[in-house]
């Protein structure tokens, strides 16, 4: 099988039948090239998907106080609903068995200075477990913690993009700001995949808020998540009993649809996944289908190069050929032309993937990619399709009595 | 070298069947040069092709240099034609995208040789025939009368007990046609044993011996006298 004059053999050939090696090599280089593409945009399009819908955690209830449409127990109707700090230490207590974490947040304008730049930014007054609820990421320093939130500090976390309009090249860390006519030090700096936007922000102590504040302690929304296990069932059930609770506890008419709202994000969760879903089935669906006309087209090539040789096969079955040495031969030649262009294809769709990065953002394709397993099993499926395709017409041409392949013209 | 004995061939055709062959007997001795005549239809292509492995008999015994050819299947076909035979063609039947000398060579890459001794064996072939400073060339490159050359050279390189040529002037006008017979002559004047299909009685008188058929039988077989190409 490897000897060294059946390579030397199957090279001239090679050399010597440019177009026929070029046709087949072409052939199945474009075929397993385009597959790769298609099939990294296809998840480049599942990339761009998950950075729209998937930057905050999943797993979260959030609640709004609204306006009461119902008078109830002696209240009258159109009473406004706030959340205070006991709500917290409540819920934590009697939903312990969904919770995961609990956050106020409470969020205010203002306008911050330091030295000569000021601007107008959203500030967010939050409990520690905000940060995974947003799944904020620091860049340096720390988040705010519980030791903050006790003493209510006056230390801030600022974004990406604060940091660069007040302090330009400055390091921000352990500065102040001036926050309205108080100042507040930095003590950490944050990023979000969410963009710029969500970098524009400022987080504090929501302690600190309520002091500034006339030492109240409202807070307008309250972020709860909740342990994943519990599946989307359980999700509901949580959300249906926490709505309940909280109706008894602030006194809203338990049919009044309008004292306090959820919004569930499991619920938008299942939506996205379903979502996703079709998307993977998409790009699944594309990718089977280039397959199998790559496998088409190398299957014709195939058929056509086997008819082409009739003649020479004959003559070469006059000479003393046998039918598996003839078989052998079409077998090899063709596993090592569509092995190497194989492989080429696939280095070449590759390659385009990885320089494309983020250029295609436009039309929605982020950082399109393939995994090589799959890359490399799709390529191996081809040679193998190309290998049965040459070899059904290869040992059709090598039974014909060589008198007949002989008379081919 | 070779015989035959009531030897039948018949080719299916649709419902009927058309008997080709109606007992062929024949004898011929090592280094004769014997011509197969007939017109066309008399069936000594057919002949020929059973000779050669190229096609099977329906009945009949052959026997090639005492061994009788039998269960033929396409893997011992290829073995005996490789080791028995060399084949000559009207269309030269040489691949086109291998020089002269690879062409040479092929048969003895079926036989198992190594890459040297391959060439050198083919170029001697070439030398034999007077086209050694061709041995570069393609096929398309050379003339009618060089390309029946190199496939008679490509014949004779695995040295096989019989030479089988099937109209092998066919595609030559006369000057290159007398060339070749002379080149024939020339191998059988060494011993080789030779057998010509052919329709022209000028070619057939080139031969020793003669061998007519018509309708599947043999009519005459006769030893003539030579005429020898100048």
């Known amino acids: 099988m490897f000897s060294k004059d059946r390579w030397q053999e199957i090279f001239e050939t090679i050399k010597k039948n440019r177009l026929r090696t070029f046709l087949s090599g072409f052939t199945v280089a474009l075929g397993i090239f385009i597959f790769i593409v298609l099939f990294g945009f296809g998840n480049g399009l599942k990339n761009s998907f998950g950075k729209f819908f998937l930057d905050d955690a999943t797993n979260t209830l959030w609640l709004f106080g609204g306006k009461t449409s119902k008078p109830y127990k002696g209240f009258k109707a159109d009473r406004r609903i706030e959340f205070e700090n006991s709500d917290l230490t409540d819920i934590g207590q009697n939903f312990a068995f969904y919770l995961e974490s609990i956050t106020p947040r409470i969020t205010r304008g203002a306008r911050a200075r330091y030295k000569n730049n000021s601007d107008n930014y959203s500030t967010r007054a939050v409990g520690p477990s905000h940060q995974i609820v947003e799944k904020t990421i620091m860049m340096k320093g720390r988040y705010i913690n519980q030791a903050d939130v006790k003493d209510a500090t006056k230390n801030i976390v600022i974004g990406r993009m604060v940091a660069k309009d007040l302090f330009k090249d400055e390091d921000p860390m352990g500065k102040y700001v001036e926050l309205g006519s108080s100042a507040f030090k930095v003590v950490g700096v944050f990023q979000d995949e969410g963009g710029d936007r969500e970098e524009r922000l400022i987080y504090m102590p929501y302690t600190t808020r309520q002091v500034l504040e006339k030492n109240n302690d409202k807070i307008s929304q309250i972020i709860v998540s909740f342990r994943p296990e519990i599946g989307h069932a359980g999700a509901l059930a949580f959300e249906k009993q926490l709505r309940l609770f909280m109706k008894n506890k602030k006194a809203i008419d338990p049919t009044d649809e309008n004292g306090i709202y959820i919004r569930n994000v499991a619920d938008q969760l299942k939506k996205n996944q379903q979502f996703a879903a079709v998307l993977q089935l998409i790009v699944t669906f594309v990718g089977i289908g280039t397959l199998i006309a790559g496998i088409i087209g190398i299957s014709n090539i195939m058929v056509f190069v086997v008819k082409e040789r009739t003649k020479e096969l004959g003559i070469r079955k006059a000479l003393g050929a046998t039918p598996k040495s003839v078989i052998n031969m079409i077998l090899h030649e063709s596993i090592f032309i569509t092995t190497i262009s194989g492989f080429v294809g696939m280095i070449g769709g590759i390659i385009l993937l990885k320089s494309i990065g983020e250029e295609l953002k436009d039309f929605f394709i982020l950082n399109p990619y393939i995994e090589s397993s799959t890359a490399v099993f799709s390529t191996f499926l081809l040679i193998l399709f190309g290998a049965i395709a040459g070899y059904i017409p290869a040992k059709r041409a090598a039974s014909i009595k060589p008198i007949v392949a002989l008379r081919d013209e | ?230």
Not at chain 2, 77 to 85: C, G, P
Not at chain 2, 93 to 114: C, H, T
Not at chain 2, 155 to 168: F, G, R, T
Not at chain 2, 212 to 223: N, Q
Request: charged letters at 25%; glycine letters at 8%.
């Open chain 2, 1 to 230: 070298m070779i015989e035959i004995k009531n030897l039948y061939k018949s080719y299916k055709m649709g419902n009927s069947s058309l008997q080709v062959l109606k007992g062929i007997n024949i004898e011929i001795e090592e280094g004769e040069l014997v011509a197969i005549m007939g017109s066309s239809g008399s069936g000594k292509s057919t002949l020929l092709n059973i000779l050669g492995m190229l096609d099977v008999a329906d009945e009949g015994d052959y026997k090639l240099d005492n061994v009788l050819i039998e269960k033929l299947d396409e893997t011992l076909a290829a073995k005996y034609r490789n080791k028995f035979l060399g084949f000559v063609f009207q269309s030269f039947n040489l691949i086109n995208y291998k020089s002269a000398l690879e062409n040479v060579a092929l048969p003895l890459y079926y036989q198992g040789l190594n890459r040297k001794s391959r060439q050198k064996t083919a170029l001697e072939y070439l030398e034999k025939v007077g086209l050694a400073n061709w041995s570069s060339h393609l096929p398309s490159e050379l003339s009618g009368g060089q390309k029946q050359r190199v496939a008679i050279a490509r014949a004779l390189a695995s040295q096989p007990k019989v030479l089988l040529a099937d109209e092998p002037t066919g595609a030559l006008d006369s000057v290159t046609s007398n060339e070749v017979m002379g080149l024939i002559q020339q191998i059988n004047n060494e011993g080789k044993t030779i057998l010509v299909v052919t329709h022209e009685i000028d070619i057939a008188n080139m031969c020793k011996r003669i061998v007519t058929l018509r309708d599947g039988v043999i009519l005459e077989d006769k030893k003539v006298k030579q005429v020898l190409v100048s």
